[in-house]
């Protein structure tokens, strides 16, 4: 059964196809124009989608070496994200599926991440699924294939958010994560103690805001000279405090629900130090631990493709009418 897959929920336009469990292509095209203003502008976003959305659709198709006739099931990005991107995307959906009578799902970009992890061929179910992105920091537990409880979430910015507020601080590029990722792999993790935010408290929720403060303080106090003699120091410190706060959850969660495997998914997920703490985690207890591929963690059409064919193996139909929900939950 092949699928199509499309994906423009906030600054990646992608077009993927897959068949079952092996991807034929995932296009993928990052805008570059964010980065001169330090954060995603929505409006831009909306304008760079109608802009590349047809060539990113061609191109997918043609390095599958498919036809549309040939596609089982068109699968669309319908929320969380922002609006005027989501709808440039399922309005290009509704049209392709209109013209070639083909059933359109709208997919939970949430699950969707789930599924980056599908193509793995790794039983995903049941599990304690993290995703941690510049938009979520929300931990579930999954008992079944496409059953999600949300045990908690972040109370103030998502794991990304923090990643790239303390790069716009430091002057560096937006995406702050992938550039701090580089930066710290050179510095003393221990060379300032950064708070560990809501470990002691009684739940699953996380908080990065009090860790970003604490480097924008700490740089406040500190000379230009000083800040840059001991970049990677703050960075691996700061890196640090949030793989710490995310592991001190996770291994909560283990304990408590008794369930031994952990799914990651979202941007964050490509993260060295947070895969290498958690992998070191796995193996010390016992947990299996699965991350998706790095080209995977950030948004892709693939996994939309695969939540979405999942989703029309299950109801076996389609819905033309699907609508744009910048809000919606996972549950
Ligand atoms: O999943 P994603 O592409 O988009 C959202 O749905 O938000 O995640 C983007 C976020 C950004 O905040 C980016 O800084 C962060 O993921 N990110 C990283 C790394 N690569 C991307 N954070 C830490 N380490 C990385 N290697
Ligand atoms: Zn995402």
């Not at 958010?161 to 560096?172: G, N, P, T």
């Not at 990677?232 to 592991?247: R, T, Y």
């Not at 193996?283 to 996994?303: H, K, R, S, W, Y």
Request: proline share 5%.
């Amino acid at each position: 059964m092949i699928g199509l897959g499309i994906e423009t929920s906030c600054d990646e336009t992608s077009v993927a196809v897959i068949d079952q469990d092996n991807i034929l292509s995932n296009v993928i095209y990052t805008q570059e124009i964010h980065t001169r203003y330090g954060g995603v502008v929505p409006e831009l976003a909306s304008r760079e989608h109608l802009r590349k959305i047809v060539p990113t659709y061609r191109e997918a198709l043609q390095l599958a070496g498919i036809g549309i006739e040939k596609v089982n099931c068109v699968s669309v990005t319908v929320g969380p994200g922002l609006l005027g991107s989501l709808l440039v995307g399922i309005s290009f959906a509704q049209g392709l599926c209109y013209a070639n009578d083909i059933p359109l799902i709208g997919v939970n970009h949430l699950e969707g991440h789930f599924f980056s992890n599908y193509f793995s061929g790794k039983e995903l179910v049941p599990s304690l699924f993290l995703i941690v992105s510049g938009g979520h920091t929300h931990l579930y537990s999954v008992p079944e294939w496409g059953e999600y409880h949300l045990l908690g979430r972040t109370r103030d910015d998502a794991a990304g958010e923090a990643y790239d507020k303390v790069a716009k601080a430091l002057d560096l590029p937006y995406p702050g994560g992938p550039v701090v990722d580089d930066l710290a792999k050179n510095g003393n993790p221990g060379f300032i103690k950064f708070p560990r935010a809501m470990l002691q408290q009684d739940n699953y929720d996380f908080s990065f805001s009090g860790i970003k403060t604490a480097v924008v303080y700490y740089l406040n106090e500190h000379s230009r000279e000083e800040i840059q003699d001991n970049l990677a120091h703050i960075l691996s410190s700061f890196q640090e405090a949030v793989v710490d706060s995310l592991l001190g959850k996770l291994a909560q969660a283990v304990s408590e629900t008794a369930i031994h495997r952990v799914v990651l998914a979202g941007g964050v997920s490509a993260n060295s130090r947070l895969r290498h703490k958690l992998s070191e985690y796995g193996q010390e207890n016992q947990v299996e631990i699965i991350f998706p591929p790095p080209i995977l963690c950030t948004d892709n059409a693939a996994m939309t493709a695969a939540a979405g064919l999942f989703r029309f193996r299950k109801n076996k139909e389609g819905d033309i009418s699907v609508n744009a929900n910048p809000r919606l939950k996972l549950m």
